[in-house]
Every structure is written in C-alpha cells, then in structure tokens.
C-alpha cells in the first residue's frame, strides 16, 4: 500500500452506502452544532462535505489542499505506528475507503469512511488543527524505536483528538474526531452524569482503552495550548535522551 504517492482510487459505493452518508450526515448535523468547540465547526464550513452523497475524494482533497495544504490518502484498513506519524508528518491523513454498514448508524466500532472525513475532516481544513496534527506527526517520527515515549503519545493523540473533550466558556464541548462522528458517543461523554477527568499525560500514558466499545473513560483538556504543551514536553524529553 502506497500512502505517500497518489491517493488510491475510490472504491464505488453503492446505493446502501449513498444513504448511509445521507443519513449520517443528517444525524450528526444536528447534534454537533451544540456539542463540538466553534474550530471544528469552522472546520466543517470549509470542508464542504455534500450532505446528500459520499464524497468524492478527488474533490475533498481540491478542497482540503487550497485551504490548509492537507490531502486525504484511500486506505483499506487502520494505518497503525510509525507509518501513520510519518503521513501526518507530510499532512497526510489516511481515510478508510469502507463505509459503516447500516446496523452501525449510531457508533462504529471500526474507523470508516464517515469517521475519517466527518471526525478528522474539518480539523484538517481548520489552520490552528491542521497544524496541530502535522506536530503530532512530527513527534511521532522522532519517538519511532523509543517504545515509551511512543505509548505516550498515543496516549496523547487518543485522549484529545479521538477521544477528547475541551473546556469552552459554556461547558464541555466534544473535540475527539471519534466522538463527533458518533451519536451515542456525542450522548454518552456530554451526559451531565458522564465523569469526566483532567487531561495529565502521565495519567493517559497508563490509561487503557478499546476501540471497538463506547469509551468508558474521557478527559477533558482546558484548551488546545495544553495538548501542545504536553506535546513540547515531550519533545524536550526525546531531545535530551530519554528518561533518567
């Protein structure tokens, strides 16, 4: 699989999928306005995802690289490591070809096509994000061969931008790209009832999570300038050799 020369060739999707999207698209539409921080949903506006069809990859990405220099790569399944790092590095963002199968309307328990552009999407077209993503990539391929500061950095990556959430003046918002695709995920973490932790990388870094279930457990960052920072410190710690 080449995910660093031309994006693969779309696979066809037929009228099941077509509204599959429809629906989602709909569904998701109406929640995220109250549940996602206003970035994302600037995001979305420049995007420009269609509401009524599967996007056409070709013109997401026309889309994508005139506003923020991001293209969308067609994978056939989860970019996993260091491979994946290395494509944010290039502001390259693997999307899954497959769309979710009718039964998963509210959650997915794997990645799919509507995950990857609706979730992650917006972020991409969204300078201060799309930035923010290429500095995990960056990172990412500095920690290769380091074992613990790589687990920490997944840590980072799923506990903010998949699974995350942000203080915002009016209460939490969602920020994970995992949650805003999902409607019972958007439900379960925003539920008054839901608890919700501090974000702490030395707390992420032992964390355990699934990623084929709803989340069991969230935390929520102050702003984006303490995913960078977590981020900075880490940096610092590969450039002066590891860890005493």
């Known amino acids: 699989m080449d995910t660093h020369g031309v994006p693969p060739v779309q696979e066809p999707y037929g009228p099941v999928d077509q509204e599959v999207w429809r629906h989602l698209y709909r569904q998701q539409a109406e929640l995220v306005p ?3 921080p206003p970035l994302y949903l600037e ?22 690289s005139a506003v923020s220099g991001w293209t969308c790569v067609a994978v056939d399944g989860l970019v996993k490591g260091p491979e994946f790092f290395d494509m944010l590095l290039h502001r390259r963002f693997p999307v899954t070809s497959r769309m979710r199968a009718p039964e998963e309307l509210r959650f997915a328990r794997l990645p799919d096509l509507f995950h990857d552009l609706f979730g992650h999407g917006p972020y991409l077209a969204h300078a201060r994000t799309a930035d923010l993503y290429q500095e995990f990539g960056r990172i990412g391929v500095r920690c290769a061969g380091r074992p613990e500061d790589f687990a920490l950095l997944q840590g980072i ?11 915002m003046p009016g209460g939490l918002r969602a ?37 084929l279930r709803l989340q069991s457990r969230y935390f929520a960052v102050e702003d ?15 450039t002066d050799g590891g860890r005493s």
């Open 43 to 64: 995001g979305l506006a420049l995007l420009g995802l269609p509401t009524d069809h599967v996007p056409d990859l070709g013109q997401v990405n026309e889309r994508l």
């Open 34 to 36: 109250a549940a996602a």
């Open 175 to 211: 920020l994970g790209g995992a949650i805003l695709s999902s409607a019972d995920e958007i439900r379960q973490c925003l539920d008054p009832a839901c608890p919700v932790e501090p974000f702490d990388p030395e707390v992420v870094r032992f964390a355990t999570y699934d990623i």
């Open 224 to 238: 984006l300038e303490e995913i960078e920072s977590a981020l900075a410190d880490l940096d610092a710690l590969v």
């Open 157 to 167: 990556l799923w506990s903010t931008l998949e699974t995350g959430l942000i203080r």
